[in-house]
C-alpha cells in the first residue's frame, strides 16, 4: 500500500531553533508539495516541485523557509530561525501531474510547536 | 488576491440526511476545483472539477461545478456517522509554468446517530 510518509510526526522546538522536515513521496510520482494548516489561516500551499525541481515557493516565507528535494525519493522543509508563529501542522504531498490530479496524496503531517 | 468561500462553516444532521456544502471561488487563471475530506489526520482527495455541469458521482457523494457563477456543490445524500469530517474546497490556478492551490476555511460536517 504506497503512501507519502513525513518525518518527524510531531516537533517540539524552542523559538530561535532550525527544524528540519522530511517527506518520502509514493514512489514514481514527479510532483511534491508542501503545505501548512492553521486554525486561523486554513491549508495554504508553501511550495511545490515537479521533478524535483521547484516550480512555485511564493506561498512561503522566503527569509526563514526553504525547501529541496535532493533526490527523488526525499524532499526537505526547513524553518530557520523558526518562530511561534510558526506553529502548524506542515503536510506533504505527491502526485503525478504538475496540478492535482486524482493520484495527489497527502502525508499524516508533521505537528510542529515552535515556543 | 485569490479566494475561495465555504458555506456553512459548520453543519450537524441526523443520519439519513442530505447535505449540500457550498463553495464559490475568486481565483485569477482558474483551471480547477478541488474537494478534500479531512477527519482527523491529512485530506484525502474526493473529486477534481474542470467543466461546468458535468456531475462527478462517488457512492453517496457527488459534485458540479459552475464555471459561469463561480460556484461548486458537494451533495451526501444518505449521511453516516462516517461522514463526519471537515470537507475543503479548493481552487486550482495556474500561469507562467507555476500552479497554486487556495484552499477554503472548510465546511465542518457532524452526522449524528
Known amino acids: 500500500d504506497a503512501r507519502v510518509t513525513q518525518t518527524p510526526r510531531h516537533k517540539v522546538t524552542e523559538m530561535g531553533q532550525e527544524v528540519t522536515m522530511r517527506c518520502q513521496p509514493i514512489?514514481?510520482?514527479?510532483?511534491v508539495f508542501w503545505y501548512r494548516q492553521t486554525m486561523m489561516q486554513g491549508l495554504e500551499l508553501l511550495a511545490y516541485?515537479?521533478?524535483?525541481?521547484?516550480?512555485?515557493d511564493s506561498g512561503m516565507p522566503k527569509d526563514r523557509f526553504s525547501a529541496e528535494m535532493p533526490d527523488a525519493t526525499l524532499a526537505t522543509l526547513k524553518i530557520q530561525p523558526s518562530e511561534p508563529r510558526d506553529s502548524a501542522v506542515y503536510f506533504c504531498?505527491?502526485?503525478?501531474?504538475?496540478?492535482?490530479?486524482?493520484?495527489?496524496?497527502f502525508g499524516p503531517g508533521t505537528r510542529l510547536l515552535v515556543l | 488576491e485569490d479566494k475561495v468561500v465555504q458555506s456553512p462553516l459548520s453543519l450537524v444532521v441526523h443520519e439519513g440526511d442530505t447535505v449540500t456544502l457550498n463553495c464559490s471561488y475568486e481565483?485569477?487563471?482558474?483551471?480547477?476545483l478541488l474537494w478534500y475530506k479531512q477527519e482527523k489526520k491529512a485530506p484525502t482527495f474526493l473529486f477534481m472539477l474542470?467543466?461546468?455541469?458535468i456531475e462527478k458521482k462517488s457512492g453517496r457523494l457527488s459534485s458540479i461545478l459552475d464555471k459561469k457563477e463561480l460556484f461548486s456543490i458537494l451533495n451526501i445524500t444518505a449521511t453516516q456517522t462516517g461522514d463526519s469530517a471537515i470537507y475543503l474546497c479548493?481552487?486550482?490556478?495556474?500561469?507562467?509554468?507555476?500552479?497554486?492551490?487556495?484552499f477554503g476555511k472548510g465546511t465542518k460536517l457532524s452526522v449524528i446517530p
Open positions: 516541485f515537479r521533478n524535483r525541481a521547484p516550480l512555485d
Open positions: 504531498a505527491s502526485g503525478l501531474f504538475a496540478y492535482p490530479q486524482e493520484t495527489q496524496y
Open positions: 479548493a481552487g486550482g490556478t495556474s500561469g507562467a509554468g507555476s500552479y497554486q492551490l487556495t
Open positions: 514512489l514514481g510520482h514527479n510532483t
Open positions: 474542470t467543466s461546468s455541469g
Open positions: 481565483v485569477t487563471n482558474f483551471r480547477s
